[in-house]
């Protein structure tokens, strides 16, 4: 965990060791003011808690948290408690990071912001110190010091009441509800691997994946102007969504069991040819090697998807072919052209929400999360 700063500022302990921090029982109705949140534990356990209402300091902001979308990697966190080697369930730990919100009270020093106001929330938090490289750059994803709400250890926006520094918000149109706003966080990922991987007008694009990320990937990149684009999936439902959210992709569905090789002949099929650029949402190495091989001499395949920890690539057709192989982490400088392009039309997000919950049945809206069966794109609990 990093030391000093905003990791004391919102160290977990000062919620753990609270009084008023409880678990609460299975069916408990808690006061509708009460600030409730959804936390996992080591022993893979999802439950309800009941934490202190915070009071922002100089430079912070109390929030309403209004929405907030379960993203893979919350449910990722309960169920196996770890991501990585770094990112491990230790103790209590409060998820989301998909959330937007509105102002309840400022602290001091805060005059960009007043009660009423609707925010967006950006969830990564670096130091912003001019002594750190990546900050200094604005490169603020590879902040060694950041606090990233919803990695462990430090709790997430999936509650009632949340405090955060008043720099890290970001006003909503109008026009943009807090749905929207919340899934803005999802579109960022999206947009800083548009905006990395170098698609240009006209670029034939594939896209691996028709989750939440693929989801927002294939707006992003039907709204930057890829064409044709082909997106793949292992079940026919989702690519029926991707159909409907973007009538003119091409669908791949990929059979259990087919190789890299046969599923990009598939591809290259649909797409009349080998793509200029392979967007991987997976992190599946068999998704990735099927990027590989649909993708053009001198190509690119950009890797936003997230995967077991050591993989294996066709070294030598990457080579003879000159494929470039990028990759992201997180994402900076994303959220106000994200804002944006939804406020301006440019990207629909409303349809990707399939699932809403009240905040008090946060619970229930992670098992549906969790469960392909339930066909959930994205779940959101409003509150």
Same mark, same amino acid.
């Given at each position: 965990m990093?030391?000093g700063?905003n990791a004391?500022?919102?160290s977990?302990?000062?919620?753990?060791?609270?009084?008023?921090?409880r678990?609460?029982?299975p069916?408990e109705?808690p006061?509708?003011d009460a600030?409730i949140?959804?936390?996992?534990?080591?022993q893979?356990?999802i439950?309800?808690v009941?934490k202190?209402?915070p009071k922002?300091?100089?430079?912070q902001?109390?929030?309403h948290?209004r929405?907030t979308?379960i993203?893979g990697?919350d449910?990722?966190f309960?169920q196996?408690?770890?991501?990585?080697?770094?990112?491990?369930?230790?103790?209590?730990?409060?998820?989301?990071?998909e959330?937007?919100g509105e102002?309840?009270e400022?602290?001091?020093?805060?005059t960009?912001w007043k009660?009423g +106001?609707? @925010?967006?929330?950006e969830a /990564?938090?670096? %130091?912003s110190k001019?002594?750190c490289e990546?900050?200094r !750059?604005? $490169?603020?994803?590879a902040?060694?010091?950041?606090?990233f709400?919803?990695?462990?250890?430090?709790?997430?926006t999936?509650?009632r009441?949340?405090l955060?520094p008043a720099?890290?918000?970001?006003r909503?149109? +109008?026009s @943009?509800?807090?749905?929207? /706003?919340s899934? %803005?966080?999802?579109?960022?990922v999206?947009l800083?691997g !548009?905006? $990395?991987?170098?698609?240009?007008?006209?670029d034939p694009t594939?896209?691996?994946?028709?989750?939440?990320i693929?989801?927002?990937?294939?707006l992003?990149a039907?709204?930057?102007?890829?064409?044709p684009?082909?997106?793949?999936?292992?079940?026919q439902s989702?690519l029926?969504f991707a159909?409907?959210l973007?009538?003119?992709?091409r669908?791949?569905?990929?059979p259990?069991?087919s190789?890299p090789?046969?599923?990009?002949a598939?591809?290259?099929?649909?797409?009349e040819g080998?793509?200029k650029l392979a967007i991987e949402?997976?992190?599946v190495?068999?998704?990735?090697?099927?990027a590989?091989f649909s993708?053009?001499?001198?190509?690119?395949?950009?890797i936003?998807?997230?995967g077991k920890?050591?993989?294996?690539f066709?070294?030598?057709?990457l080579?003879?072919n000159?494929i470039?192989?990028?990759?992201?982490y997180?994402y900076?400088?994303?959220?106000p052209k994200?804002?944006?392009l939804v406020a301006?039309?440019?990207?629909?997000?409303?349809?990707l929400?399939?699932?809403?919950?009240?905040?008090e049945?946060?619970?229930?809206a992670f098992?549906v999360?969790?469960d392909?069966?339930?066909?959930a794109?994205?779940?959101q609990i409003?509150?």
């Amino acid at each position: 965990m990093p030391d000093g700063g905003n990791a004391d500022i919102y160290s977990p302990r000062k919620v753990l060791d609270d009084p008023i921090f409880r678990i609460l029982s299975p069916g408990e109705k808690p006061s509708s003011d009460a600030n409730i949140a959804a936390f996992y534990n080591p022993q893979h356990e999802i439950h309800l808690v009941e934490k202190p209402r915070p009071k922002p300091g100089p430079g912070q902001v109390l929030l309403h948290v209004r929405a907030t979308g379960i993203c893979g990697s919350d449910v990722h966190f309960w169920q196996h408690g770890r991501i990585g080697d770094s990112m491990i369930v230790t103790d209590e730990c409060g998820s989301g990071h998909e959330s937007a919100g509105e102002v309840v009270e400022v602290g001091e020093g805060v005059t960009q912001w007043k009660k009423g +106001d609707r @925010v967006a929330i950006e969830a /990564g938090v670096p %130091c912003s110190k001019p002594s750190c490289e990546y900050c200094r !750059i604005g $490169r603020y994803n590879a902040c060694p010091d950041v606090v990233f709400f919803s990695t462990p250890p430090f709790h997430g926006t999936l509650t009632r009441w949340h405090l955060h520094p008043a720099e890290w918000l970001h006003r909503l149109p +109008d026009s @943009v509800s807090f749905e929207e /706003g919340s899934l %803005c966080e999802p579109l960022a990922v999206a947009l800083a691997g !548009i905006e $990395r991987s170098g698609l240009r007008l006209g670029d034939p694009t594939l896209i691996c994946g028709a989750g939440p990320i693929g989801l927002v990937s294939l707006l992003s990149a039907r709204a930057a102007g890829a064409e044709p684009i082909v997106i793949t999936d292992l079940f026919q439902s989702r690519l029926d969504f991707a159909k409907k959210l973007v009538p003119g992709v091409r669908t791949v569905l990929i059979p259990r069991g087919s190789t890299p090789k046969e599923s990009a002949a598939k591809i290259k099929a649909a797409a009349e040819g080998p793509v200029k650029l392979a967007i991987e949402c997976t992190g599946v190495e068999s998704s990735v090697n099927t990027a590989v091989f649909s993708t053009a001499f001198g190509g690119k395949v950009f890797i936003i998807g997230v995967g077991k920890n050591e993989q294996l690539f066709p070294f030598m057709h990457l080579s003879a072919n000159e494929i470039d192989v990028s990759f992201q982490y997180r994402y900076a400088n994303q959220y106000p052209k994200a804002i944006r392009l939804v406020a301006g039309g440019l990207i629909n997000l409303k349809p990707l929400v399939t699932h809403r919950f009240p905040l008090e049945e946060a619970v229930a809206a992670f098992h549906v999360a969790a469960d392909p069966s339930q066909g959930a794109i994205k779940v959101q609990i409003q509150d």
